[in-house]
């Protein structure tokens, strides 16, 4: 398990990390066409989509992933309720536009909103043959959905902004990239949906599902929470330099994180039906996340100038006090988040539930109140609150799988030791490379901080280099060949 978890997650990461990749080429050279503005009125009508999209299944997808038994009819209840969310959402979307165009105070959005209400449909085709992919850990084949999404949504977007059509180039993008997305799942899984209908997983299914949607809602509701706060209180141009800035961490600690995800759910839930204990893997799990996420999020925070200057250019400047926070942020963030798979995979959808409404509730009025003082605020208050969800989250872990606040600390420890010594390497770095072109800046200040990095964590920590190396390339181990009797003479 360790090893098919571990080239799961190789594979996710790869993808993922290619489809960014591509995505942040794409929106570096559509920074240069297209004003701040502009990507606004994109931003506010995703924030909605974002929170349409958490209700729409029903937590089905989930509910597959997690579902022990009965593959088939599982998944043929996952679609059913995918094709009538997809068509209740797409229609109710048709109807909300206008209202969601005002409470942004840009109703030129409106026609923008409701084009968008076709990716509904779309996407919830592709949910069922998607879940599937991760229930079998096929995340090679799931590679090229992924890379095919991203690829085709800055193609179209790039063409169509070069020709003059603005906003609706990122629209129209968004909708071709989906296409090519759930056309290519089809291709991949084999299962195909039939006329019949197993109405007794229905209710069992909704039932795992039904926390799934709270925590999705809730999630939903949180994650986007200063977006939305951004956009209604400091206008959709500050929401354009916001959410430009949120690309740099999703396109570098966000990318191992949503892989690593991704993997661990289904690989948690393997062996918790198993019945083996969850408290090895769960702290393996903390030693990796860390080890992936503590320097990449404090790569972002030292850079964040010559990133923000190479990828998207001057007129972008103002995104870098607001990176330097959501980098910090993300990087908090990132350290519990395998907790929540944990849950997931014990059947624990609602206390995820639970702990999503209290996560909710510090972090909504906070952000609310720090609207009225910047974009910057409103970042900050977000790191100051998750940190203190993060450290509810891993508690409640560490209870879960009977572990100790000491063993989690110190599955910590090499990656925060190796941490700040490359952030002091960074730091010194800065005084004196201000004068290098930015993106000669930024590749030095990226070589330099990895081998310090590296090499600090060799120092701290050796064994997790030995213990990747054992996981993902070493082989089974045959059992020995007895010998055939002898005849007797």
């Known amino acids: 398990m360790g090893r098919a978890t ?9 993808s993922t990390a290619g489809s960014k990749a591509v995505t942040l080429v794409g929106i570096s050279l559509l920074a240069r066409i297209l004003a701040p503005r502009e990507f606004g009125l994109l931003a506010f009508a995703m924030a909605y989509m974002t929170y349409a999209e958490s209700i729409g299944d029903l937590g089905s997808g989930m509910a597959l992933v997690y579902w022990p038994d009965r593959r088939e ?25 206008p209202f969601v165009a005002d409470f942004f105070h840009a109703p030129q959005g ?18 069922t043959h998607d879940a599937l992919a991760q229930k079998d850990l096929r995340f090679r084949a799931r590679a090229i959905p992924e890379f095919g999404l991203a690829a085709v949504k800055a193609t179209v977007a790039l063409v169509l902004a070069y020709f003059g059509f603005g906003a609706w180039s990122l629209v129209w993008g968004h909708i071709a990239g989906l296409t090519v997305s759930t056309v290519s799942l089809w291709v991949i899984v084999p299962w195909r949906p039939t006329f019949t209908f197993p109405r007794d997983l229905l209710k069992p299914m909704l039932g795992y599902g039904r926390g799934i949607i709270v925590v999705n809602i809730i999630n939903a509701v949180t994650s986007d929470a200063d977006l939305t706060v951004v956009g209604r209180y400091l206008g959709i141009t500050a929401l354009g330099l916001y959410q430009m800035a949120s690309k740099i961490p999703e396109a570098g600690v966000v990318v191992a994180l949503y892989a690593l995800s991704k993997v661990l759910f289904p690989a948690f839930a393997k062996i918790h039906a198993a019945g083996e204990s969850l408290r090895t893997p769960f702290l393996r799990a903390t030693r990796y996340v860390a080890a992936i996420t503590v320097p990449a999020s404090l790569g972002l925070f030292f850079l964040a100038k010559p990133i923000v200057l190479a990828f998207f250019g001057p007129k972008w400047i103002d995104a870098t006090p607001i990176l330097r926070v959501l980098s910090l942020y993300v990087g908090v963030g990132s350290l519990s988040n395998h907790v929540g798979n944990i849950l997931k995979a014990t059947g624990r959808a609602k206390m995820l539930a639970w702990l999503a409404v209290v996560k909710s509730l510090l972090i909504i009025p906070a952000l609310i109140f720090a609207g009225r003082f910047g974009a910057v605020a409103v970042a900050s208050t977000l790191t100051v609150m998750t940190t203190i969800t993060v450290s509810m989250m891993l508690l409640i872990g560490i209870r879960i799988v009977h572990s100790s606040i000491s ?3 110190k599955a910590f420890a090499p990656s925060f030791f190796a941490g700040a010594v490359m952030s002091a390497a960074l730091w010194g770095y800065g005084l004196i490379s201000g004068n290098l072109p930015s993106m000669l800046q930024l590749i030095l200040g990226i070589v330099i901080g990895g081998l310090v990095y590296m090499l600090a964590l060799w120092r701290f920590d050796a064994q997790i280099f030995e213990l990747a190396k054992e996981t993902i390339l070493s082989r089974r181990v045959k059992p020995p060949v007895e010998p055939l009797p002898q005849a007797a003479p």
């Open 6 to 14: 571990a080239s799961a997650a190789m594979w996710a990461f790869l």
């Open 73 to 97: 009819e599982a998944a043929q209840i996952t679609f059913v309720i995918n094709l009538a969310a997809g068509i209740f959402w797409c229609v109710t979307t048709l109807a909300l536009a």
């Open 110 to 127: 409106t026609p923008i909103v409701r084009a968008l209400a076709l990716s509904f449909i779309i996407k919830f085709l592709g949910t």
């Open 407 to 409: 063993a989690v600390l």
